[in-house]
């Protein structure tokens, strides 16, 4: 059973920085891509980021240059460095893992619980 627990999240001012952690178990992390999807108050869940096993990774337009998606394979942990936040970033934002080993497809992903993320103006 895959188990992600995200944490991280809480109340900044705008043009503050958080960072976000996801510990997963229950599976070999190295062979998986890992992501970070948020979702706001009447929006549909949008995928923020994703790093693949190889490391290369994939950003949305509207956090491009502001957030940085890193993993450390010992550890089993992805990471969300956010920087420059904005009002537009308050959102549930929720780790997920690929189902399948060597797979980019993040269309049936396991999630964790979401940690809140709120920035105020």
């Known amino acids: 059973q895959v188990h992600l627990v995200e944490s991280g999240g809480g109340l900044v001012q705008a043009g503050g920085s958080l960072r976000l952690s996801c510990a997963a178990s229950?599976?070999?992390?190295?062979?998986?891509?890992m992501g970070w999807f948020r979702q706001a108050p009447g929006k549909e869940r949008e995928l923020v980021a994703h790093?693949?096993?190889?490391?290369?990774?994939y950003y949305a337009d509207s956090v491009k240059g502001r957030f940085t998606i890193s993993r450390d394979n010992a550890k089993n942990t992805v990471y969300l460095q956010m920087i420059t936040l904005k009002p537009e970033d308050t959102a549930v934002y929720y780790c997920?893992?690929?189902?399948?080993?060597?797979?980019?497809?993040?269309?049936?992903?396991?999630w964790g619980q979401g940690t809140q993320v709120t920035v105020s103006s």
């Open positions: 997920a893992s690929g189902a399948s080993a060597y797979s980019t497809d993040m269309s049936a992903p396991y």
């Open positions: 229950g599976r070999t992390f190295s062979k998986y891509v």
């Open positions: 790093v693949i096993w190889d490391g290369r990774t």
